[in-house]
């Protein structure tokens, strides 16, 4: 996956990242921040982030898959490194020296040069292997892994679920803001139990009718459980200072452990989602040689006779 | 007189402590008032019919969707915006607390929650958690799951508490 990544100094007298990567919410701006100025030994308010704008900024390539955190923050990392290597060959900076004498060494070199611009490119873990022009093979070398556990009440009277209490257990190897990272899994997992339980989209002849978020029901502050996020950390070694990535896997989880949960509590298993009451309702009183879905046209066939 | 501008009419109101007098619609959308005539573009248009709260503001001390208030509804009314929330320098301490706790992502919904949650705080200064779910139920937030909202209002609840005021 073709990505560049740059940092410059600036005539402010910080660094600046260079990335196409987008936040959008998830704080990749943050944590990119963080571990430029990590790798430079500077404070986190030395680095700032360049506007995504690619007249400006290199190709780091989508924003998908998440893949910002360990694959664009470790590039970040290696264009860090080739910036204070860069300092010191030019005879500059002493490899042992601080923030003051970094950033002197950027604006010595700046007006010597006229600017500091450092590029890195990516490159592959080496037990993978991706083919760019067919665009298959291994696409990332590896993942973050979790468990999720959904405590849940099912109403006999109503068919509606409750979700009482809900865990997630998150392995992404290191965790580089806590804040952040707790954030964007509650997020996620918000945003599963609107998928198992709330969401569900209505066709008719190919166009969604249900578009409007009056009748397209996500999650509100008062539907949502308690979400308890916990996190394993087994740093991983292609991974900027250990991290993996955060953003998906928080989405995936979480339905199906809650269609289990619902699946112990009524003894009937449930093969689609979201289970809205009248979709459980539907399930526990079909009639065995009469499904439910065929209710109308059974209606119909019987009014022909 | 243009036959355009003998349908409009004049709207005088109070925004953010300023008096001010708008040539309008009648009809017109309060938000779009704001956004376009006013230039106070904090409050955001989310789904546009009343759901998501993004547009909330205050009219005379009430929590509105600014999407579904006829602007001629504002004749005469104190109205108060996210910019008039936020101080000349630094922040607000509910925005403050936003910040602190992480309790926004993608940015969209905070204005309209950090406008609820001033409501909220006004009403309950020390709310329950059934308290602040109620209160910020008319506010959808895609991104946080509402659990660092939470921690939000209970943070600015309890510095608001030590210091021994409320959240004006």
Redo the contacts between chains.
Sequence with gaps: MNALVGLEATPAGGVRVLVSSTDIGQGTNTILSQIAAEALGLEYDDVSMAPADTSTVPNSGPTVASRTAMIIGKIVHTAALKMRQTLTESGLLEPSAGREEFLAACQTYRQRFGELKCFSRYEAAPNIFWNDELYRGEAYPAYAWAVYIAEVTVDTNTYSVTIDDFVALQEIGKVLHPVLATGQIEGGVAQGIGFALYEKVVWNDGKMLNNQMTNYIMPTSEDLPPIRVFFEEMPYQYGPYGAKGIGELPMDGPAPAIVNAIVQATGTSFNAIPLLPEDIFRVLTAEPDRPAEDFFSALAAEGSQ | MSETAASRCEVSFTVNGAARTVSVYPMERLLDVLRNSLGLTGAKE??G?G??GSCSVLLNGELVNSCLVPVLQAQGAELCTIEGLTPDAGLHPVQQAFLT??G????ICTPGMIMATVQLLRRHPTPTLEQ???G???????????????HSVFEVAKTEAEKGGTVA
């Design positions: 989310g789904c019919e759901e998501c706790c992480g926004a992502q993608c940015g602040v779910r109620e910020l139920g008319g506010n959808l937030c895609r991104c946080t799951g509402y659990t660092r909202i939470f």
